[in-house]
Each structure stands twice: as structure tokens, then as C-alpha cells.
């Protein structure tokens, strides 16, 4: 705007001085903070303006020239469209609700609150920080300050009932306001100091610590506590103080329902949605900042369960980060989000870790910079340095760890993670890395809400998303999300049955009727099965992952349902960018490359998708292929979401088991980075697999040159030498030193007693767990299980030897 009204004048054009407003507890703030030395909360306002400015970079160095002058940038577009008014700080954000209550538009509203107070960041950040252009500007210092009384003055104060999104009075608008009185903290009266205070109060009492319930939990925890301890450090209170840093305790040890981590690495919110690369990088944040904030004070975050948090870093988020992505399965609403991505998730995140291990053991932070270095320097598609929208802060962290030039670049793990809590698997080899995505009673298979995610309802039914080492990394990055056919992501069986945006409802969070998901592991090779249900659907399914050294075979079968539509199995969903034309052979022929173009082969043997992966078909599939552009608008998902029109290419194989299907199936084998001569000469050696089983009963594999058996057992029954008399899920691997391991779950949690032979010649059992009650040895192997129900699915291993 062209000038400021002075404070003063514009607060007696609202109607007197805003500031008198409940000014009784000004008296109460001011003896607590009587009690302290007031140097020690002047010192943690200065380590919290470091945690929002950042530090130890040159304001003239790239990438911080680019941030802060773009920083610089979006604060003068705030300042000149800047309008103090009845209702609203900026024409474009009002925050005043003809009719306030909880509906979608009382949910608006709420926001454009938050938003103002993000926006006066914006420009407290651009008047604090060097080389923005904007550096100590009194006219921005003025906006900031009249911004913080108008906004208390309408609406963010103690004498207002919240309405719409309670996140935005308690989380988003507290901790904005907060971090913006820290920036400016030495310009600010008394007065303002104690009225800012006392809203924050009123919006985020200490009743939300009173149990760990609700939205007092994980990730939302963290935040609450985040908002009460700045509100502390900026009005001077001790007590509010400890008793928030008290409330972290329970964030801490690893839950066994409900939200929260899980002792496999699995991370629980909202009831049962996977959320890592959400709630979960929250969280962390959250952890992460406040334990740099308290280190060193008389209120240190020193829970006796902060190991187990920091153990996260390595056991629940490394193993869905691959070379500076984070997989979206774990990201739920976020990956609807216009402007954000699987990488740009993953950038903040890492520097989230870099900053956790500044409180962590030498060791600990020594792995996990060699870790984030690694995965920065293998980000080709985009590195976290070229992301404009990275803060200062987490550039400045990330530029710190790739200037160490003690610390040399972790190589990405040969490692399988089985994460039951969760109902996700990953699958991580040297060139490349997989994971499936699944539903169950306790997960659910998608979940919208806030308007976001309307068309993820295919995300838990079997989505198996993969990448390669330099290739594939921009496959879910570049619009995939507006534009892809949601009935078609890679590796699902869906009826084509159209269902409404939202299915399930407004954080309906369904879960299928479905108990048997998960399976088992020895750590590098792994077998997965899902009883797949479909949402809203009568499609049911038994589908099988065999995860191996250089490949997954997949298996399907019973795939059954009286929809009145056709069922689809995906093979693969590959996203071409705009201009993508990879070759496609099938069987030896490369076929038309033109966009548009379908096919149908009634017996493949084969297929390649050039530059992406080899596809084996061990029984022949009817395999269907479709190259096209589809377009669509990130609105079209998310209803804060832009509607520019967007297209995107596609290269669609899947296999249509056709109208109300009865008993269908399917086999394939994906080798993602295979060239096509190796895909070609995989499916001609007809040795190297054999499909034990392939039913509603059994599914099973046996790889000779690994030395592995592998069978899901939906029910009691027999495949190649492996039996049970139940549902379980076992794997074998037999090694080169005469011993073998044999891994067991039960995913359904449901056995109460098990027993699983293996027909194979065994000397003796050199190891089992408590769970196995008997044991058997010589011509076969007999194990004996005991009550397998409390264990949630997990593993169980015993090690022989062959005799």
C-alpha cells in the first residue's frame, strides 16, 4: 500500500487501543516473569531467531542470493497489497465469517487468519535477513507491527471463539505469530508483548495436554507444545514453559495402537493413515527445533524415551527416502498438494535430520550426514540446492553438510523393510528401489479430507511404486497426481467402477474387511501378500510380492467381483513428462510410438519400456498397452489447488480380467532398469522361477539361485515343500555355509497355534524365538508356534542347520 496508517491512528480508528483488551493479565504474566532471569529467555529468543533466519551463510553466495532476494520479492508484493479493513489484513485473505461454524467455508476463513499471520513473517523475515532489498526498512517494520495489532484486534484474541479449522487458532496462526514476535521481539511494547500472550492462551490452553487423545497426539502434540513453548519464551513464562516441554514425554516411546511410531518403524496418524512424509516429517521438525531451542537451558528436552525418537531417523524415515525423494505413500493428503512433491518433502525433511543430529551421539550424526549427503548428491532430477522454496534455514543446513568435506556420501542400503503396523513394504537393492502400498482393517485406504486427496482412493490397493538409481526419479514428481488415471496406478487390481471424489467420505478413513496383509522378512529378500477389498466395491483379491535381488515377481489370484465392471490389474503406470516417447517392445517387436496408440497381445511373453524396466510374463498374460495425454488440474484433487490445465504422457500395461471377473489372475516380473536383451533372456530361461502356487489358497515361488521359498498361505495347505496348517506367511533361504534361515508371520493375527514343514533334510535348529514351542529336525522340518496373535504380524526367525 502507498502509506501506513500510524499504530496509534489506525488502532483509534478501530476503535480505541485494540490493546486494552484483557489487560487484567498482564499481571500475572509479568510476576511469572519476575521469577527468571530475564537473559536466559533473551537467549532463547535469539537461538529461536537463528532456528527461523538461519545462519552461517553468505547472503551472497547461491543458492541464499536467489532466497533472499525472492524472499525479498514475495514481502514487497505483501507490503504493496497490504489493506488494514474490517475483516481482513490483505483484500485476497479474509479471515471475517458471516456464518461461523465448522463447514468448509468457515474452514476458508480460519485460513486466510493463518495466512495473515504468514504473510507478516514473510515480511518480519525480509526486513531481518540481508540481501532481500528489504534489509531494516522501517515502512516494513511498521507493516509488521500495525499487521500484529489489527489481526489481534479483529480476530486473533481472547475474546474470539474460534470457528472453521481448529489447526489454524491452535497450531498454524499461534506458532506464525509467535515466530514473528521473536524477529521483531525488541520492537514490540510490553503491552503487545502480554496481548499476543494472552490470545495464545485463550486458543491454546493447558487443557489440550490433559490426556494424549484427539488432536493432542504425534505430530499435533508436538505442534501444540511448539506453540506454547515459543508463547513462553516471548512472554517470559517458566511454568507454561515446563509444563509444555512436559508434554512432549508422551510423544516419545513407541505406541502399539494409534497414533504414533511403532517399535518396526512404522508412523501411525490420525487412526490409521501412514504418515512419514506428513505428521511424521512434522513431528521431527517439531522435536528437532525445539530440542536445539532447549539444549543448554534449565528446560531441556530430556525425556529417558528421546533415544527411541532419535532411532526414527534410521529405522522409520531412511527407508522410504531414495536419492532425495520421499515416497508418497507415506504422504497421504500431502501428495495432492500443488507446489510440493516427493522431492521437495524430502529436502526439508533432510535437513530436519541434520539438525536432530546436532543433539545426537557423534556416531549418530556422523551416519546420518554421510546419509543426507548421499541423498543429496544423487538427487539428479532436483537437487534440494536448486529448490526455490527450501527457507534459508534448511539451505543453510544442507549447504553445511555438502561444504564438510570430512564427511564422504553413504551409499543407498541393500535392505527389505517389512513395516505391519503400517501395512507398507520397501524393498531397497543398489540400483534400485521398490514399495508396495496395501489396506487392511487396521490401515485405511486412503484418506480425505480439508478437500484434499479426492481421488486417492486406489492408493492401498496394492500400489507399487518403484525407482531407479538415475532414472524414474520424476515419475510421481511432475504433475503425476492431476493427471493420472487413479483407477490404473502401478501394481493394483481395481474394478473400473467409477467412484465419487471424496469416496469414503469427509475423513471417513475407510478400511476394507480384510485381515490378512503383511508378511515376512529375513532383512534382504522379503514376501508380501495382501487380501486385497475393494473401496465401495464387491472386487476381491489375493495378491503376492516376492521381493528378490534384481527383481519382484507378482502374483495374483481369486480376483473376484459382481460390480458390473471390468477389473484391471496395472503392471505399470509409467509418466513420461510432456514430450516422452520411450520405445516399447513386446516380445522382441518395438511397437508404434505414437501418442494415443493401444494395443492388446493375447500371450506376452514379454515387454520393455526403454530407460524404465523389463516386464516377464512366466504364464503368458493378455497384456493391453496405451500410450496417452491426459490432462487434468491439481483442483481437480484438491479444492485449494489451482486449475491451470495440465497434460502429462503415459505409457499404460495392464491386463484386463474383464467384466465381473470369477476366479481371474495374473503373474508378472517386474525388473526395473533391465535392457531389453536381459528382459528377453529372463523370460526364455525357464528355470529360474517356478511358481509353486498361484491360487486363493496358496501363492509361492521358489528362485534356485538365491535360495529362496517364499509362500503367503491365505489358508492350511501345501505348496513345492513348504505346508501349514493355517494362514501364514513363510520364507526360506537356504545359504552357502549349509544353513538355513526360515522366517514366519502370521499377518492375519489370528493364530493362536501354528505349525509350518519344511521337506528338507535338517540337522539340527540353532536358533528360534519364544514363540516356537517345538521343534523338529531330520528328514523335514516341523515348527511349532505358539500364540502368534499379539504380535501384530512381526517376523518370527529360526536359523538351522541343513543336514
Same mark, same amino acid.
Given at each position: 500500500?502507498?502509506?501506513?496508517?500510524?499504530?496509534?491512528?489506525?488502532?483509534?480508528?478501530?476503535?480505541?487501543?485494540?490493546?486494552?483488551?484483557?489487560?487484567?493479565?498482564?499481571?500475572?504474566?509479568?510476576?511469572?516473569?519476575?521469577?527468571?532471569?530475564?537473559?536466559?529467555?533473551?537467549?532463547?529468543?535469539?537461538?529461536?531467531?537463528?532456528?527461523?533466519?538461519?545462519?552461517?551463510?553468505?547472503? @551472497?553466495?547461491?543458492?541464499?542470493?536467489?532466497?533472499?532476494?525472492?524472499?525479498?520479492?514475495?514481502?514487497?508484493?505483501?507490503?504493496?497489497?497490504?489493506?488494514?479493513?474490517?475483516?481482513?489484513?490483505?483484500?485476497?485473505?479474509?479471515?471475517?465469517?458471516?456464518?461461523?461454524?465448522?463447514?468448509?467455508?468457515?474452514?476458508?476463513?480460519?485460513?486466510?487468519?493463518?495466512?495473515?499471520?504468514?504473510?507478516?513473517?514473510?515480511?518480519?523475515?525480509?526486513?531481518?535477513?540481508?540481501?532481500?532489498?528489504?534489509?531494516?526498512?522501517?515502512?516494513?517494520?511498521?507493516?509488521?507491527?500495525?499487521?500484529?495489532?489489527?489481526?489481534?484486534?479483529?480476530?486473533?484474541?481472547?475474546?474470539?471463539?474460534?470457528?472453521?479449522?481448529?489447526?489454524?487458532?491452535?497450531?498454524?496462526?499461534?506458532?506464525?505469530?509467535?515466530? @514473528?514476535?521473536?524477529?521483531?521481539?525488541? /520492537?514490540?511494547?510490553?503491552?503487545?508483548?502480554?496481548?499476543?500472550?494472552?490470545?495464545?492462551?485463550?486458543?491454546?490452553?493447558?487443557?489440550?495436554?490433559?490426556?494424549?487423545?484427539?488432536?493432542?497426539?504425534?505430530?499435533?502434540?508436538?505442534?501444540?507444545?511448539?506453540?506454547?513453548?515459543?508463547?513462553?519464551?516471548?512472554?517470559?513464562?517458566?511454568?507454561?514453559?515446563?509444563?509444555?516441554?512436559?508434554?512432549?514425554?508422551?510423544?516419545?516411546?513407541?505406541?502399539?495402537?494409534?497414533?504414533?511410531?511403532?517399535?518396526?518403524?512404522?508412523?501411525?496418524?490420525?487412526?490409521?493413515?501412514?504418515?512419514?512424509?506428513?505428521?511424521?516429517?512434522?513431528?521431527?521438525?517439531?522435536?528437532?527445533?525445539?530440542?536445539?531451542?532447549?539444549?543448554?537451558?534449565?528446560?531441556?528436552?530430556?525425556?529417558?524415551?528421546?533415544?527411541?525418537?532419535?532411532?526414527?531417523?534410521?529405522?522409520?524415515?531412511?527407508?522410504?527416502?531414495?536419492?532425495?525423494?520421499?515416497?508418497?505413500?507415506?504422504?497421504?493428503?500431502?501428495?495432492?498438494?500443488?507446489?510440493?512433491?516427493?522431492?521437495?518433502?524430502?529436502?526439508?525433511?533432510?535437513?530436519?535430520?541434520?539438525?536432530?543430529?546436532?543433539?545426537?551421539?557423534?556416531?549418530?550424526?556422523?551416519?546420518?550426514?554421510?546419509?543426507?549427503?548421499?541423498?543429496?548428491?544423487?538427487?539428479?532430477?532436483?537437487?534440494?540446492?536448486?529448490?526455490?522454496?527450501?527457507?534459508?534455514?534448511?539451505?543453510?543446513?544442507?549447504?553445511?553438510?555438502?561444504?564438510?568435506?570430512?564427511?564422504?556420501?553413504?551409499?543407498?542400503?541393500?535392505?527389505?523393510?517389512?513395516?505391519?503396523?503400517?501395512?507398507?513394504?520397501?524393498?531397497?537393492?543398489?540400483?534400485?528401489?521398490?514399495?508396495?502400498?496395501?489396506?487392511?482393517?487396521?490401515?485405511?485406504?486412503?484418506?480425505?479430507?480439508?478437500?484434499?486427496?479426492?481421488?486417492?482412493?486406489?492408493?492401498?490397493?496394492?500400489?507399487?511404486?518403484?525407482?531407479?538409481?538415475?532414472?524414474?526419479?520424476?515419475?510421481?514428481?511432475?504433475?503425476?497426481?492431476?493427471?493420472?488415471?487413479?483407477?490404473?496406478?502401478?501394481?493394483?487390481?481395481?474394478?473400473?467402477?467409477?467412484?465419487?471424489?471424496?469416496?469414503?467420505?469427509?475423513?471417513?478413513?475407510?478400511?476394507?474387511?480384510?485381515?490378512?496383509?503383511?508378511?515376512?522378512?529375513?532383512?534382504?529378500?522379503?514376501?508380501?501378500?495382501? /487380501?486385497?477389498?475393494?473401496?465401495?466395491?464387491?472386487?476381491?483379491?489375493?495378491?503376492?510380492?516376492?521381493?528378490?535381488?534384481?527383481?519382484?515377481?507378482?502374483?495374483?489370484?481369486?480376483?473376484?467381483?459382481?460390480?458390473?465392471?471390468?477389473?484391471?490389474?496395472?503392471?505399470?503406470?509409467?509418466?513420461?513428462? !510432456?514430450?516422452?516417447?520411450?520405445?516399447?517392445?513386446?516380445?522382441?517387436?518395438?511397437?508404434?510410438?505414437?501418442?494415443?496408440?493401444?494395443? @492388446?497381445?493375447?500371450?506376452?511373453?514379454?515387454?520393455?519400456?526403454?530407460?524404465?524396466?523389463?516386464?516377464?510374463?512366466?504364464?503368458?498374460?493378455?497384456?493391453?498397452?496405451?500410450?496417452?495425454?491426459?490432462?487434468?488440474?491439481?483442483?481437480?484433487?484438491?479444492?485449494?489447488?489451482?486449475?491451470?490445465?495440465?497434460?502429462?504422457?503415459?505409457?499404460?500395461?495392464?491386463?484386463?480380467?474383464?467384466?465381473?471377473?470369477?476366479?481371474?489372475?495374473?503373474?508378472?516380473?517386474?525388473?526395473?532398469?533391465?535392457?531389453?536383451?536381459?528382459?528377453?533372456?529372463?523370460?526364455?530361461?525357464?528355470?529360474?522361477?517356478?511358481?509353486?502356487?498361484?491360487?486363493?489358497?496358496?501363492?509361492?515361488?521358489?528362485?534356485?539361485?538365491?535360495?529362496?521359498?517364499?509362500?503367503?498361505?491365505? @489358508?492350511?495347505?501345501?505348496?513345492?515343500?513348504?505346508?501349514?496348517?493355517?494362514?501364514?506367511?513363510?520364507?526360506?533361504?537356504?545359504?552357502?555355509?549349509?544353513?538355513?534361515?526360515?522366517?514366519?508371520?502370521?499377518?492375519?493375527?489370528?493364530? !493362536?497355534?501354528?505349525?509350518?514343514?519344511?521337506?528338507?533334510?535338517?540337522?539340527?535348529?540353532?536358533?528360534?524365538?519364544?514363540?516356537?514351542?517345538?521343534?523338529?529336525?531330520?528328514?523335514?522340518?516341523?515348527?511349532?508356534?505358539?500364540?502368534?496373535?499379539?504380535?501384530?504380524?512381526?517376523?518370527?526367525?529360526?536359523?538351522?542347520?541343513?543336514?
Amino acid at each position: 500500500m502507498a502509506s501506513f496508517l500510524r499504530r496509534r491512528t489506525f488502532l483509534q480508528a478501530t476503535g480505541g487501543t485494540a490493546l486494552t483488551l484483557g489487560l487484567a493479565g498482564v499481571s500475572a504474566t509479568a510476576a511469572a516473569a519476575e521469577t527468571v532471569d530475564a537473559q536466559e529467555f533473551a537467549a532463547l529468543r535469539a537461538t529461536w531467531r537463528d532456528l527461523v533466519l538461519g545462519t552461517g551463510f553468505s547472503p @551472497t553466495a547461491e543458492p541464499f542470493r536467489t532466497l533472499l532476494a525472492d524472499l525479498g520479492a514475495s514481502a514487497r508484493g505483501h507490503l504493496s497489497a497490504m489493506a488494514p479493513a474490517d475483516g481482513s489484513l490483505w483484500p485476497d485473505a479474509v479471515w471475517r465469517d458471516p456464518e461461523p461454524d465448522t463447514d468448509a467455508e468457515s474452514y476458508g476463513f480460519s485460513a486466510m487468519m493463518n495466512e495473515s499471520y504468514n504473510r507478516l513473517g514473510t515480511l518480519a523475515q525480509a526486513w531481518a535477513q540481508p540481501g532481500t532489498g528489504l534489509t531494516g526498512d522501517p515502512a516494513v517494520l511498521e507493516a509488521v507491527l500495525t499487521g500484529l495489532d489489527h489481526v489481534y484486534a479483529q480476530v486473533y484474541n481472547e475474546g474470539t471463539n474460534r470457528y472453521g479449522n481448529w489447526w489454524n487458532w491452535q497450531i498454524g496462526g499461534a506458532q506464525a505469530l509467535m515466530d @514473528t514476535c521473536v524477529v521483531v521481539h525488541e /520492537h514490540l511494547t510490553d503491552e503487545q508483548i502480554a496481548a499476543y500472550c494472552r490470545a495464545v492462551d485463550h486458543f491454546v490452553p493447558d487443557a489440550v495436554f490433559d490426556s494424549y487423545t484427539g488432536t493432542s497426539t504425534g505430530a499435533n502434540r508436538v505442534d501444540l507444545c511448539r506453540s506454547v513453548i515459543l508463547r513462553s519464551v516471548v512472554g517470559e513464562n517458566p511454568d507454561r514453559l515446563a509444563r509444555a516441554v512436559a508434554a512432549l514425554n508422551p510423544v516419545f516411546p513407541y505406541v502399539t495402537g494409534g497414533d504414533g511410531f511403532y517399535a518396526d518403524g512404522s508412523f501411525i496418524q490420525h487412526r490409521n493413515v501412514p504418515y512419514i512424509g506428513g505428521y511424521g516429517s512434522v513431528l521431527h521438525d517439531g522435536v528437532g527445533r525445539l530440542m536445539a531451542l532447549l539444549r543448554g537451558s534449565r528446560w531441556p528436552v530430556d525425556s529417558p524415551d528421546a533415544q527411541l525418537f532419535l532411532d526414527t531417523v534410521e529405522g522409520a524415515i531412511a527407508p522410504f527416502v531414495h536419492n532425495g525423494l520421499i515416497m508418497d505413500n507415506v504422504s497421504s493428503r500431502g501428495i495432492s498438494r500443488a507446489g510440493t512433491s516427493d522431492h521437495t518433502r524430502a529436502h526439508a525433511l533432510m535437513a530436519t535430520i541434520v539438525l536432530i543430529g546436532q543433539g545426537a551421539s557423534p556416531e549418530e550424526n556422523a551416519r546420518w550426514r554421510a546419509m543426507v549427503k548421499g541423498w543429496m548428491r544423487r538427487d539428479t532430477y532436483f537437487p534440494p540446492l536448486k529448490n526455490p522454496k527450501l527457507s534459508l534455514v534448511r539451505a543453510a543446513l544442507l549447504q553445511s553438510v555438502l561444504d564438510d568435506t570430512s564427511v564422504a556420501p553413504a551409499a543407498e542400503p541393500v535392505r527389505h523393510g517389512l513395516f505391519h503396523h503400517m501395512d507398507r513394504v520397501t524393498h531397497r537393492r543398489r540400483g534400485w528401489c521398490a514399495s508396495v502400498s496395501m489396506a487392511s482393517r487396521r490401515i485405511a485406504h486412503y484418506e480425505y479430507g480439508n478437500g484434499e486427496h479426492a481421488r486417492g482412493y486406489h492408493t492401498g490397493a496394492g500400489w507399487l511404486s518403484w525407482w531407479g538409481d538415475d532414472y524414474g526419479l520424476d515419475q510421481y514428481a511432475d504433475a503425476y497426481w492431476p493427471t493420472v488415471d487413479p483407477y490404473r496406478l502401478p501394481g493394483i487390481t481395481a474394478s473400473r467402477k467409477p467412484l465419487a471424489d471424496g469416496e469414503g467420505g469427509n475423513w471417513g478413513q475407510p478400511m476394507p474387511d480384510a485381515a490378512w496383509v503383511g508378511g515376512t522378512t529375513d532383512g534382504e529378500f522379503g514376501t508380501t501378500g495382501q /487380501h486385497l477389498v475393494g473401496l465401495s466395491s464387491t472386487m476381491n483379491a489375493r495378491k503376492s510380492w516376492f521381493w528378490l535381488d534384481d527383481s519382484v515377481v507378482c502374483l495374483g489370484a481369486g480376483i473376484t467381483s459382481a460390480d458390473g465392471y471390468a477389473v484391471e490389474t496395472t503392471v505399470d503406470n509409467r509418466a513420461l513428462g !510432456t514430450t516422452g516417447a520411450p520405445a516399447l517392445t513386446v516380445d522382441g517387436r518395438v511397437q508404434p510410438d505414437g501418442q494415443g496408440w493401444r494395443g @492388446t497381445f493375447e500371450e506376452a511373453g514379454w515387454a520393455h519400456i526403454a530407460g524404465h524396466a523389463g516386464y516377464v510374463f512366466p504364464r503368458r498374460l493378455k497384456l493391453s498397452a496405451v500410450r496417452e495425454e491426459r490432462t487434468g488440474a491439481w483442483r481437480d484433487i484438491n479444492t485449494g489447488g489451482p486449475t491451470t490445465p495440465l497434460t502429462r504422457r503415459y505409457l499404460t500395461l495392464c491386463t484386463d480380467h474383464g467384466i465381473d471377473p470369477a476366479d481371474a489372475g495374473y503373474a508378472y516380473v517386474l525388473m526395473p532398469g533391465a535392457s531389453a536383451r536381459s528382459t528377453a533372456q529372463r523370460a526364455a530361461d525357464k528355470g529360474w522361477l517356478r511358481i509353486l502356487a498361484n491360487t486363493g489358497s496358496q501363492q509361492g515361488v521358489r528362485v534356485a539361485r538365491l535360495g529362496l521359498t517364499a509362500v503367503n498361505f491365505w @489358508t492350511a495347505g501345501t505348496a513345492g515343500p513348504l505346508s501349514s496348517d493355517g494362514p501364514a506367511s513363510v520364507l526360506v533361504r537356504e545359504h552357502r555355509d549349509g544353513t538355513a534361515t526360515v522366517v514366519v508371520s502370521d499377518p492375519a493375527r489370528q493364530a !493362536t497355534s501354528l505349525e509350518i514343514t519344511w521337506n528338507k533334510r535338517v540337522a539340527a535348529v540353532l536358533s528360534k524365538p519364544a514363540t516356537v514351542t517345538a521343534t523338529t529336525a531330520g528328514a523335514a522340518l516341523k515348527l511349532t508356534f505358539g500364540d502368534l496373535t499379539g504380535l501384530a504380524g512381526a517376523p518370527q526367525k529360526i536359523r538351522v542347520r541343513l543336514g
